[in-house]
Structure formats: C-alpha cells, structure tokens
Nanobody, 118 residues
Framework: QVQLVESGGGLVQAGGSLRLSCAAS????????MGWFRQAPGKEREFVAA????????YYADSVKGRFTISRDNAKNTVYLQMNSLKPEDTAVYYC???????????WGQGTQVTVSS
C-alpha cells in the first residue's frame, strides 16, 4: 500500500502560479502511474493530469492543457503539478492518486485546497 500526502495549495490571484506536491511513502513509487484530480464545491471530481511510471508520458484535461505541467521525481517519491495562469474556475480541492499497474489498486491523498481569486 502507498500513502499520499499533498501540499502546496493556497490562495492566489488570477494569473498567478502554484506548485502542488504529492509525496508518496510505502511501496516502490516507480510502480505507480500518478495523477491529479480536483473537485470544486457542488461538482464531481474531475481528471486534471496524469503521468506514466517512468514520466515519459503525460496526459492533461483540455481545461488545463498549456497551463499546467505534471512531473515526477522517482528518486524523491514525489509527483508535482505546476499550475500557471490560474483562473477562478481552477478553484477546487486537488487530489493526487496512485495507480498500481500490477493490481490496479488505486490510492488517494487527502487533498489540498487551491483558491484562485478574481
């Protein structure tokens, strides 16, 4: 099992930037594909970005493409989400997850709040 802890959320003005981190502990980090999701008040959780186990492939929701960048450092057991040109509609709780390929087990962190003011 893997434990995930997000950090880096906060309050930022529109047009600003934040970098979220998700630190993993437990089993081998490089065994997991990693992703970021978000959930705004009154809305369903939605996909934001994902990265393959090696970091060689990345995927983005259309709403964040060109503004957000997902990356990982397997030596530090950490995945990042660099968020630039933030908009008020990016306001949400951001969650990272880890998908273990061998078992298809999916793990979630506790989330970190991002608030973008207009």
């Amino acid at each position: 099992q893997v434990q995930l802890v997000e950090s880096g959320g906060g309050l930022v003005q529109a047009g600003g930037s934040l970098r979220l981190s998700c630190a993993a502990s437990g089993r081998t980090f490089s065994s997991y594909a990693m992703g970021w999701f978000r959930q705004a008040p009154g809305k369903e959780r939605e996909f934001v970005a994902a990265i393959s186990r090696s970091g060689g492939n990345t995927y983005y929701a259309d709403s964040v493409k060109g503004r957000f960048t997902i990356s990982r450092d397997n030596a530090k057991n950490t995945v990042y989400l660099q968020m630039n040109s933030l908009k008020p509609e990016d306001t949400a709780v951001y969650y990272c997850n880890a998908l273990e390929r061998s078992s298809l087990n999916l793990y979630w962190g506790q989330g970190t709040q991002v608030t973008v003011s207009s």
